[in-house]
DNA sequence: ATAGATCGCTACTCTTTTCGTAGCAAGCGG
DNA sequence: CCGCTTGCTACGAAAAGAGTAGCGATCTAT
């Protein structure tokens, strides 16, 4: 993001992730939906539009400061957007989405697992 | 996590994530990755053992403070183990890894795009 | 039109999480 | 034995999040 390093370097496994070596995609990317709600958020949007007091009952314990800082941040990184029918995601974050989504039949074999 | 309850329910999209309804797989997966630096861990043990050390210069913000914390969680997970080689991620770990690994194709793309 | 409910969102305080640094016990090499 | 790295804990400061209250705007029913 406007870091002024004329290139972008590759985030393979392996390679360092967040800090040292910022502005990499893996790390901002990890920086953005690894924040509280985030992935919630996303995953809430997936199937349907949502006003913001539908989202925040979603997301039981999520405060609204914290809903909207999200959504916001969200919204910056063009995942998210505002529509008529309340939140939505983004082209993008409908492409993301799918990238997730696989994590919800993981997430199920894993609780056997636990 | 021994929430008590008889039933996990189906995690899909759309479904209520995270807080009133806590116990769903997803919700725990979010709620434990979700946090500062978890898939940054995931991501650099992917390819080889790390020792404390390394890992933390390559979370390089990363306080000692949250990455033991942070590998805590994830060895209670069954997520990464303590090997003569140092941190690794088990069986069930790399099978998160490949869920995934495809974020970060995506995020190069979407780095482009931003 | 008007009273009431609901909406998106901000303000504010209190608690939890994370940061950042210092440093200790244990292992290893010379 | 001495210096060096390693895994990890302690602790105070800063940042993020929770929880509650409530304001102006809109929607709903009468």
Same mark, same amino acid.
């Given at each position: 993001?406007?870091?002024?390093?004329?290139?972008?370097?590759?985030?393979?496994p392996? /390679?360092?992730?967040? !800090?040292?070596?910022?502005?990499?995609?893996?790390?901002?990317?990890?920086?953005?939906?690894?924040?509280r709600?985030a992935?919630?958020?996303l995953?809430?949007?997936?199937?349907?539009?949502?006003?913001?007091?539908?989202?925040?009952?979603?997301?039981?314990?999520?405060?609204?400061?914290?809903?909207?800082?999200?959504?916001? /941040?969200?919204?910056?990184? !063009?995942?998210?957007?505002?529509?008529?029918?309340?939140?939505?995601?983004t082209?993008? !974050?409908?492409?993301?989405?799918?990238v997730l /989504?696989p994590?919800?039949?993981?997430?199920?074999?894993?609780?056997?697992?636990?």
């Amino acid at each position: 993001m406007a870091d002024g390093s004329s290139r972008i370097k590759i985030p393979r496994p392996g /390679e360092p992730v967040q !800090g040292s070596q910022t502005g990499q995609p893996i790390m901002v990317l990890f920086d953005l939906i690894g924040r509280r709600w985030a992935m919630g958020i996303l995953w809430n949007l997936a199937d349907q539009n949502r006003t913001f007091r539908d989202l925040q009952a979603r997301c039981g314990s999520a405060s609204p400061t914290v809903l909207n800082t999200r959504l916001k /941040e969200l919204r910056a990184a !063009g995942l998210v957007e505002k529509t008529a029918t309340g939140y939505g995601l983004t082209n993008d !974050g409908r492409k993301l989405f799918k990238v997730l /989504e696989p994590l919800g039949n993981w997430a199920m074999d894993w609780a056997k697992r636990l």
